[in-house]
């Protein structure tokens, strides 16, 4: 581990002080480590890179110098004498939830730092490390802290208004997201959007990388589902010549493709687990190898990850990893769908009806009250992108003598198709379930019946049923359908 850290060199040092924000350069960070080499190893590196030091050889005398100097960041070792780090990291969190907590734990047992994130650390570092490796855990933890601080701040305040190109939020609800932009944009934070489909997580994911320090470098999107998986990890990773039949030559997958700049991976509750291993290592070690390759490739991406699924209900069902899980929740930002900030609706609406009308040429101008009521009445299960394509539908289609108005005047009720047909037939339906089914059984039948439909293909099954593949096969094992009778896709 030493010869590890030495090899860095003061050269090494000193590019991770240039290559790290220097603002917390007068953090307290409190470490405990009871190897007496080891503990004086990080007291003498950290204070090299600015920050003030606290150190303890047990839990015990961790607590004590933790209520007397009240540091910004702890970093502790999850094996100590008498009480154990992952103790020890209770007792903090006791002291205080919100204190950020770097947890060291040896090559190999892995699953003890994951445990402890479940306590509640906020990132872990496997030995041996080097001092850039620590250093940047370090910084990343305390500018996501103060990210945390500044946004409750602003939650109990919320008295500027943000605005970003392509995005109207005028709501108290979407005003909170791009806040949350704000603050985290300027940092190195991996970014988890979380919402239903259609509620804008591209355009969000676009202003978190056009207002950070990587707005000059690629912004490159790939989506998880829209990539058969025998193919995603070269999309991904990229290939070598011959890694499989039909690869004549060389490819660049996303990473390098985004190197210097911002990833963004949509779906990434669909990624197969295979994938999700490299993820993880390229997010801990910014390396890599292509499909076939055995040379190692470094990139400096950000990722910004969305998924419309439940990821804690995929961990349960196996079908995500944990440490996967914790490495992209460093900052969440959950996305409120249209129906839970329906005063934005408005705005929203003009907002299509220039823009369409523009790329149109047709004299629309506005809406008419009565158009706008069936707006505001509408359950929106398709959230902002059934908006728009309502909007474009109406204008693209729009005729001053269909509807009865002089050319440059407004869309009126008669332009604005709703596809309301489910709730009329949830809203006049006399059972919950058919008469003499349980629920268990529906299941069953309408997982089967989905798969007719497809032919037998799983992931077109999967998008009527509005799961992911995933979730599906877990569904088909849980039902008894076995999987090789039906078509991949």
């Given at each position: 581990?030493?010869?590890?850290?030495?090899?860095?060199?003061?050269?090494?040092?000193?590019?991770?002080?240039?290559?790290?924000?220097?603002?917390?350069?007068?953090?307290?960070?409190?470490?405990?480590?009871?190897?007496?080499?080891?503990?004086?190893?990080?007291?003498?590196?950290?204070?090299?890179?600015?920050?003030?030091?606290?150190?303890?050889?047990?839990?015990?005398?961790?607590?004590?110098?933790?209520?007397?100097?009240?540091?910004?960041?702890?970093?502790?070792?999850?094996?100590?004498?008498?009480?154990?780090?992952?103790?020890?990291?209770?007792?903090?969190?006791?002291?205080?939830?919100?204190?950020?907590?770097?947890?060291?734990?040896?090559?190999?047992?892995?699953?003890?730092?994951?445990?402890?994130?479940?306590?509640?650390?906020?990132?872990?570092?496997?030995?041996?490390?080097?001092?850039?490796?620590?250093?940047?855990?370090?910084?990343?933890?305390?500018?996501?802290?103060?990210?945390?601080?500044?946004?409750?701040?602003?939650?109990?305040?919320?008295?500027?208004?943000?605005?970003?190109?392509?995005?109207?939020?005028?709501?108290?609800?979407?005003?909170?997201?791009?806040?949350?932009?704000?603050?985290?944009?300027?940092?190195?934070?991996?970014?988890?959007?979380?919402?239903?489909?259609?509620?804008?997580?591209?355009?969000?994911?676009?202003?978190?990388?056009?207002?950070?320090?990587?707005?000059?470098?690629?912004?490159?999107?790939?989506?998880?589902?829209?990539?058969?998986?025998?193919?995603?990890?070269?999309?991904?990773?990229?290939?070598?010549?011959?890694?499989?039949?039909?690869?004549?030559?060389?490819?660049?997958?996303?990473?390098?493709?985004?190197?210097?700049?911002?990833?963004?991976?949509?779906?990434?509750?669909?990624?197969?687990?295979?994938?999700?291993?490299?993820?993880?290592?390229?997010?801990?070690?910014?390396?890599?190898?292509?499909?076939?390759?055995?040379?190692?490739?470094?990139?400096?991406?950000?990722?910004?990850?969305?998924?419309?699924?439940?990821?804690?209900?995929?961990?349960?069902?196996?079908?995500?990893?944990?440490?996967?899980?914790?490495?992209?929740?460093?900052?969440?930002?959950?996305?409120?769908?249209?129906?839970?900030?329906?005063?934005?609706?408005?705005?929203?609406?003009?907002?299509?009806?220039?823009?369409?009308?523009?790329?149109?040429?047709k004299p629309v101008t506005g809406i008419t009250p009565e158009a706008m009521k069936r707006l505001m009445d509408y359950h929106w299960p398709g959230n902002v992108r059934e908006l728009q394509n309502i909007i474009e539908r109406g204008v693209t289609l729009y005729s001053a003598n269909s509807s009865g108005t002089p050319a440059g005047s407004m869309l009126d009720a008669a332009d604005i198709y709703l596809d309301d047909s489910a709730?009329?037939?949830?809203?006049?339906?006399?059972?919950?379930?058919?008469?003499?089914?349980?629920?268990?059984?529906?299941?069953?039948?309408?997982?089967?019946?989905?798969?007719?439909?497809?032919?037998?293909?799983?992931?077109?099954?999967?998008?009527?049923?509005?799961?992911?593949?995933?979730?599906?096969?877990?569904?088909?094992?849980?039902?008894?359908v076995h999987d090789p009778e039906v078509k991949e896709s």
């Amino acid at each position: 581990m030493y010869e590890r850290w030495h090899n860095g060199g003061p050269a090494g040092r000193a590019a991770a002080r240039n290559s790290v924000n220097t603002r917390h350069e007068k953090a307290a960070i409190l470490v405990v480590e009871d190897e007496t080499k080891m503990r004086r190893l990080l007291e003498l590196q950290l204070g090299e890179e600015g920050f003030v030091v606290h150190s303890a050889a047990d839990a015990e005398t961790g607590l004590q110098l933790l209520l007397r100097e009240k540091p910004d960041l702890v970093v502790t070792d999850l094996r100590l004498p008498g009480m154990s780090g992952l103790e020890f990291l209770q007792a903090v969190k006791r002291v205080n939830a919100a204190l950020p907590v770097v947890v060291m734990t040896a090559y190999g047992t892995v699953e003890s730092a994951v445990e402890a994130m479940k306590v509640g650390a906020s990132d872990y570092v496997t030995k041996p490390f080097s001092l850039a490796e620590l250093v940047l855990v370090i910084r990343k933890e305390l500018d996501s802290h103060r990210l945390r601080e500044e946004n409750r701040s602003l939650r109990e305040a919320l008295g500027h208004r943000y605005a970003y190109d392509n995005i109207v939020a005028q709501s108290d609800k979407m005003q909170a997201v791009l806040a949350l932009v704000e603050r985290v944009a300027p940092t190195s934070s991996t970014v988890l959007l979380g919402g239903e489909s259609g509620v804008g997580k591209d355009l969000i994911a676009r202003a978190i990388h056009e207002h950070s320090q990587r707005a000059s470098g690629p912004f490159v999107k790939i989506n998880s589902t829209a990539i058969p998986e025998t193919l995603l990890e070269s999309e991904l990773f990229g290939y070598e010549k011959g890694a499989f039949s039909g690869a004549a030559g060389t490819k660049q997958g996303k990473f390098e493709l985004a190197d210097k700049g911002t990833l963004f991976l949509d779906e990434i509750g669909d990624v197969p687990a295979a994938i999700q291993v490299k993820l993880l290592r390229v997010l801990q070690d910014r390396e890599f190898e292509r499909l076939g390759g055995t040379k190692t490739h470094r990139v400096d991406v950000r990722l910004v990850a969305a998924t419309n699924r439940d990821l804690r209900a995929a961990l349960e069902e196996g079908t995500f990893r944990e440490d996967l899980y914790y490495r992209l929740n460093v900052v969440a930002i959950d996305i409120p769908p249209l129906r839970d900030h329906k005063e934005d609706i408005p705005a929203l609406a003009n907002y299509f009806i220039e823009r369409y009308a523009r790329e149109s040429a047709k004299p629309v101008t506005g809406i008419t009250p009565e158009a706008m009521k069936r707006l505001m009445d509408y359950h929106w299960p398709g959230n902002v992108r059934e908006l728009q394509n309502i909007i474009e539908r109406g204008v693209t289609l729009y005729s001053a003598n269909s509807s009865g108005t002089p050319a440059g005047s407004m869309l009126d009720a008669a332009d604005i198709y709703l596809d309301d047909s489910a709730m009329r037939s949830a809203t006049n339906s006399t059972h919950v379930l058919p008469p003499g089914m349980t629920l268990e059984q529906w299941e069953d039948e309408t997982i089967r019946e989905a798969l007719r439909r497809a032919n037998g293909n799983k992931s077109q099954a999967a998008r009527t049923l509005g799961l992911s593949r995933n979730a599906l096969r877990y569904r088909l094992s849980k039902l008894g359908v076995h999987d090789p009778e039906v078509k991949e896709s």
